[in-house]
Each structure stands twice: as structure tokens, then as C-alpha cells.
């Protein structure tokens, strides 16, 4: 397991959203979301973000919800 996922599963783990591994924000497994360098928290304000910064392009390809999984809320 990476450190950047050990770190945003301690912020996951004592999050309120987190409902048996899920995460009630977005639907997504946390295990998973947490693995993902270009996932970020669904949470408003944000409490752990992307490790890159995506393009425009990149931006206006996303959908609504997790971009591993597409699920949505």
C-alpha cells in the first residue's frame, strides 16, 4: 500500500461519510477511492485531493460521481 493511500484512509476512516467502507458522499468503496492518485474527497471543503493537477481537457471529460467507478451518488 502507497503512503499517499495509508494517509487518506486515516482521514477516511474517522470521517462521519464513512458508512462500512463507503463512502456516503459518492457511493464509492473507500479501500478502493483511496488507491486512485487522480481521486479526490467528495466532502465539502475537500479533505484530501489528487496528486496531479488534471488539464482542461481532462476536466471536461469527467462525469458526476467517482471517475474509477462512475458511481453516482
Not at 502507497?2 to 484512509?9: A, D, K, P
Not at 486512485?36 to 474527497?41: D, G, L, M, T
Not at 496528486?51 to 458511481?71: D, I
Request: hydrophobic share 30%.
Amino acid at each position: 500500500m502507497e503512503l499517499y493511500q495509508v494517509e487518506r484512509l486515516k482521514i477516511c476512516n474517522s470521517c462521519e461519510f464513512n458508512i462500512s467502507g463507503d463512502c456516503a458522499l459518492c457511493g464509492c468503496d473507500i479501500q478502493n477511492k483511496t488507491s486512485i492518485v487522480e481521486e479526490s474527497c467528495p466532502a465539502s471543503p475537500k479533505r484530501w485531493g489528487p496528486l496531479f493537477v488534471m488539464s482542461e481537457a481532462e476536466k471536461a471529460g469527467q462525469v458526476p460521481g467517482c471517475s474509477s467507478c462512475n458511481k453516482r451518488r
